[in-house]
Structures are given as C-alpha cells and as structure tokens.
C-alpha cells in the first residue's frame, strides 16, 4: 500500500525523479566523496513533502522518535547501520547510556525508546535507558501497550562521568533534544556524547540548517543540472520577535511577504497553479509547537491572544524570540482521502527506512506533526535503496530511492551544520 | 523452515551456542577492534559445519558464488555492505569491471553473477562484466532461466588498464578464482583489483588460511573461555605428494592417523560416540575436486587409477603436489533426511545472508561441495545478526547469529592471511 500522488502536475517531478534515477551511478558517488569529508550524525530522520512538482525536506530531526514505526523488516538494516556507525564515532565503546525524552507517560514514544534499545542491542552493545526525569529517582519498569517493556532508572554524576547504579557507560547517546537547555549533569563529561550537545535545540537553530542545506542543494543541483528550487524551500530568519509584546511584527510581515511574492513567481514558472504558503515556526525546538500557516502577510500582524500564545511558548515552556520564515511545500500525497508527508530514518549515512504519516484530520498546506496530533503510521514496504531503471519513474521503488537522496541531503546539510562549516 | 539438528550430543555446542549468546556484546566489541586493525575482504563465503558437538569453517572462498541463492529480503543489506566496502576500498570509483569464472554455460553460476551485478549497481556503481574467456570474443547476451539476461564483453589491455569497448573501469572486481594461474592481462594494472591478485588459487593456501584461523579461533576461544576445539578443525599440510607417481603416500598416512589419533581423544573427552575422520583435499583450489573422506590411514596407501586420477587434478587441469589434511566436521543439520550444510555470506565484514546446501545423496561425513554436484539451496529465513537472548540457544535467529560469528571468524583469518600476517 502506497500513497498516491495526487497532482495535475506531475511533470515536473517526474522529470526530477527521472533525473535522480538516471544519476543513480553519479548521486552515490557524489555521495561517497562528501562522506568522506564530513561525518554523518550517529542518527537522523528527515521530514519531507512531496508537492508533485517539489520535493524538498522541511524538517531534520537529530534526535528522532519513532524507529518503531518503521518495518520490522528493516531491522537488519539499522543494526548493520548502528555497527557502522559505532565503529567510526566510537568504535571502543560497549556500555551505551540511551537518554530519552522526559515524557513517561507518552506509550508512542517508549515504544520507539524500546525500538531504539533493540537495534542498539542487536548491534551487540550493552544498553541501559538512564532518565533525566525527576520523577525518575528508581528504577521503573514500565510495561508498554505491545507487550514489551522498558526499565527507567536514575542517572548519577561522578565526577566527570554520568552512571546508573552499577553502569559505567562509555557512550552517551541522547534522543532527548534538549529543548529545556543542557543540564548541567550533561555538560564536560569525559565520555562520548552521541550527538553532540550543541545538536541540541538549546543551540541548534532551524535557520543554520536550512543555511547548510542551501549549499548542499545548490551543489546536488549542479550535479544533476537542475534548479534547486525543485528540492529546496525558500526560507528567511526574523531574530527579534515579541509575540507577547507584540514586537517585531512588521520585520515578519514584510519577509512573509517578500516570500510570498518570490514564490508566487516559481509558481508562474511552472506553471502551479496553487495558492503560494509560507510556514512561519520557532527556529529552535520541535514537535511543530508554535506553527502557523500563512497565505497572507496580514495573517501575522494583529494576531489575537490565543494565536500569540500558541506561537510564543513552545516545548518545556521555552519563550521564541527568533523565528523561521520557511515556503510551503504542498503535500499532495494521499491514502484513502487522508493526507500523507514521508518520514526518512538513517544511521550512519544510511538510510534504514521510513513510514508515512498519515492523516484524516488535516489539509495539504498544513504541518502533519504537531503536539497531540494523532497520526496513523504507514511503514515503508520496501528499502529505499532499490531503484529500479527499468520501472517508470514514480514506481515505490524509484520514488523511495528519490526521498532516500533528498533525505540524504539534508543528512548532509546536518553534518556541515554541525561542524559549524 | 530450518534443518533440524539431530544428535543425541546436544549438549557441548547449546553449551557453546549459549556461550557466544551471552557474550555477544563482547563478541562485537572484539570483532570492532579487530577491523579497526585489519581490513575485511571485499567479499566472502563460508562453508560450516554444525556437528552439534562442534561448530566450524572448512573452507573460505573469496570469490564466492551463489548470491543468488540468498533471500531476496537481504537485497538491501548486500546492498548497504557494498557501500560500506566500496567506501573503504575504493570510494572514488564509479565504474566496476566484474570477471566472472569462465564457465560460461552454468547457468546456476551466471544468475550468481547476475545477481552480484544487480547489488553492485543497486550500491550506485555502473558495472559492466568483462570475460576472460577465449570463446567471448564480441559483447554475448546470455539468457537466464529465471528470465534476467547478461551481456558478457571481452576484455582488452591498454596500457597498464583493463578496459572493455567504451568502458574505461576504476576497479576490477574478480568473481574468477584464478586457480589456472594470473594471466599476464591482469598483471601490473593500475585500477583497483578487488580482491588482490594473491587472493587467487594461484596463490592462495588453504594451509595459510587455516593456520590464521587457529590464532583467531585462540583469540576467540580465550575471550569466551572455551576449548578453541569447538570452532576450530585440526588440519596439518603435506607439501610434496604426487598421487600419480606414487609419492608421498606414506608421508600422507602418517598425518593422517596422527590426525586421526588427535580426534579420537577429543571425541573421548566430549563423550563423543561418532568414528573420527579426516578430508584429504587439495591445499589450492577450490569446487572439491580433489576431495577424500578417510576414516584409516591404509586409505590413503595404495590408491587405485581411478582415485589417484581424481586426487591428482582439480579444476583448469592444475595438477595437485601439496594437500591438506583437514578434520572431519559432521554435519548433524538435516531438513526431510536430506543432509544441510550453512554457507554464509559477507560483504565487507557485515554478514549478509547464508543458505543451506541441502543434499539428498551424501552422507554426514562426506563433502557437500563436490563438481557436478546437485545441491537445493534454502536461503536463511531471517538474518544472522538479530540473536534473541530471551529464546533458547537452538532457536533459529541464535543459531544462525552463531553461524555469522564463527563466519565471522573465518573472514578475520582470511584478512590476517591476505596481509600476510
């Protein structure tokens, strides 16, 4: 089962997706020699939409969620990944102290800490879950609605070491984003961090990632002789945004505008005929709080008190001041009615699969992964490095091997962002 | 379905199948320091047996065959294996040149061949297959019976390059074991020749190979506090038998029940009720030609014309002066009364599959790999890298992740071996 893509304007893709095939040989060579450069992150997922005529990621998570959604199948795949990805960040490490997020009590969320345990696990590496949670202050076994259960327990500082009773990890590896900031338990440790802590939204900004990955499209572009609008969003940055004051309106509303116009004038070059969109979103955090849809810039000033509220906090309460612009990119892949945005896992520079998020409740121009937002998993039946030259380009195959490459530019993007290049 | 292991000596190998359950993170955790040391082959094959009391490699083939005999499921982890390799050993090439054997009407051998190329291609690299045969004079298409097609091309020398029409290759990957020597066409080239040249049969010696294999098997043996004896065939190496001249027959005998002496009291102390016997084979070479099973000394004296006919020569018409005698391993594995023989996969030093040789005409103690020789391949189920430490040490996923360690095993010998070391 596989979404379909619904749009008057497949031409373009099509022609994007048929390049991608045709540079196969090219695309991984290309990729080979950037991965000898830069060092991909132990792990990533990428968010992507597929507007028929666009492809392009809007969202690139370092700490991902999810692993349990993708096709058990697939396990294989991520363990030889993690193997792979142990040897080259920390090949001497045996002992990893897996730290999830804070919420305990989110069952969708421990089942993708147990996913994430088994891999790790599989790729022979002794793991414990070490929980920076105050509740937290035993081991606490929590039994998960698909049989399977998790151990919590507390960690320790010992001088420059982070413990759990009995536990003297060699790897710290967080999928907990920091959001709240870096706890000082976190900061100087003598053992590995994986990823590092300034991966963490307590300094991480979209607009640095985004800023990377102009450079990675505009390089891929060349390479394939295409505009890089087809798999890049426009995006701009406001750095001094009041919602609450209601300060910096305007500097927002003439870059949503600006946007808008520019493109309203790709739109007229390819001929789409939609309604151009901006998303307007903190620049740092995640879990799509503080979002909006705008088509206008008059939608952004004047904002009554609920939408100032739910734009200024985001997740652990933290205040946004600074602000991403980015383009709409239409999401015109549907199941059965309901909406559907591609999510792409890699380890290492691997990609080790993914799943769709799919809808009923939302519409094309909106963002899919928001906060109590309840969407239905569609796992990826088949790998997504199986492209097959022979089969018309919008096959499963080829359009996975497609979402592979676009993710794994912006995987790409991620290494430079990190290395601060 | 998996073969059923049926043997009322259970004990010895569940006592080691649980030994490298539980050891499993410090079995990765050496295995990662051993390749941060020593470079794995590009590929490999390798045949064990499972003798219930003892679990070992008889023979390693780095050109190994019969890809196409693995699950199709572990297409995409071939795939992700030969990214790897190809990173390692040659990540600015981008065009591969395949030399298959020259036996250019097995067809069980061209869908390997066939199969080989559709994963290096699926890797991202243009791969086209260049014959060394004196009948492929112009670009062949060869029809499959599972409908796929390959086109063989001669090959010609320009320079110090190996070149096809139009097709100037960055490596050259050798699915030909070069037992009839290294023709002067491959000698002194400046591309990437994967594996080297001294990884042929021209060269190469199973006595090498094992005796790498006794030190890690040693290494191994010490880290799980085991009897090396339990992974690890004794072998001994005759260096100047001519079988038609009727030399070196008493040399041989003595080995041979020196050897079989050895096994007896290995036997006696594990309560093994089996008679020992050796395998007489070729120390070069491959196919089992060339292939004895001897249970007393007096059969190796005074062979007949037949048998001294078949001992004397293996494949490409090499005549035979040095041979190995090698332990004699049952296999206790059998599926509907068949006997099964494992044969597991690598790419870099990922395992990437496995099948069985399943054979309705041979006995426990007879080579299962023998010319002419009818075996039905029945690919690995699931993968030999997800070990269930919660299942029993006999359930299939551990056993087959026990096959992948001792495989494991092999492959690190064969890398010790091609270093020379």
């Known amino acids: 089962m596989v979404p379909h893509l619904t749009t ?9 997706e048929q390049s991608i095939l045709d540079a196969q040989p090219r695309i991984e060579h290309w990729f080979r020699s950037r991965w000898q450069k830069h060092r991909a992150p132990f792990y990533a997922s990428v968010d992507l939409r597929n507007a028929g ?23 294989p795949l991520c363990v030889q990944a993690t193997m792979s990805a142990v040897e080259k960040i920390c090949p001497v490490a045996q002992r990893f102290l897996l730290i999830p997020e804070n919420h305990t009590r989110n069952t969708f969320y421990l089942q993708n800490v147990a996913a994430l345990t ?14 920076l949670s105050p509740e937290i202050i035993a081991p606490t076994r929590l039994d998960l609605p698909d049989g399977n259960m998790l151990t919590l327990e507390p960690v320790r500082r010992v001088g420059d070491r982070l413990v759990l009773d009995g536990f003297d990890p060699c790897a710290i590896l967080l999928n907990n984003d920091l959001s709240g900031g870096i706890p000082a338990l976190l900061q100087d440790l003598d053992q590995f961090v994986i990823p590092p802590l300034h991966a963490g939204w307590a300094t991480r900004r979209k ?18 002789h295409i505009d890089p609008w087809l798999i890049n969003p426009f995006f701009a940055q406001c750095g001094h945004v009041d919602f609450q004051g209601r300060q910096g309106e305007e500097c927002l509303a003439a870059y949503v505008d600006e946007m808008l116009q520019d493109i309203a004038e790709k739109y007229r070059e390819y001929g789409v005929a939609q309604e151009p969109f901006v998303i307007v979103k903190a620049d740092a955090g995640t879990y799509g709080m503080g979002i909006m849809t705008v088509k206008d810039a008059s939608e952004v000033q004047g904002l009554n008190r609920k939408q100032r509220n739910k734009m200024a906090v985001i997740k652990e309460g933290q205040e946004v001041h600074e602000v991403i612009i980015q383009e709409g990119v239409y999401t015109f892949e549907s199941l059965n009615g309901a909406v559907a945005e591609p999510v792409i896992y890699m380890i290492d520079h691997f990609v080790v699969g993914g799943f769709y998020r799919v809808h009923t409740g939302r519409g094309q121009d909106e963002n899919l992964n928001a906060p109590g937002m309840h969407f239905e998993p569609l796992a990826f ?14 096959t499963p195959p ?24």
Chains 1, 2 share one sequence.
């Open 398 to 421: 080829n359009r996975f091997y497609a979402y592979g490459v676009v993710a794994r530019l912006a995987l790409l993007a991620a290494a430079l962002e990190l290395e601060g290049a």
């Open 118 to 131: 088994t891999i790790l696990r599989q790729a022979g590496l002794n793991v414990r879950i070490g929980s």
């Open 53 to 75: 005529f666009k492809l392009a990621p809007v969202d690139t998570n370092l700490f991902p969620g999810g692993f349990n959604n993708l096709n058990p199948d697939f396990l």
């Open 8 to 16: 008057a304007l497949t031409g373009p893709l099509l022609s994007l």
């Open 381 to 394: 039946q088949t790998a997504c490095t199986l492209p097959d030259s022979s089969a018309a380009p919008d």
């Open 207 to 224: 607009s640095h990632h985004f800023a990377a990955y102009n450079r990675v499209a505009d390089d891929f572009a060349k390479l394939l």
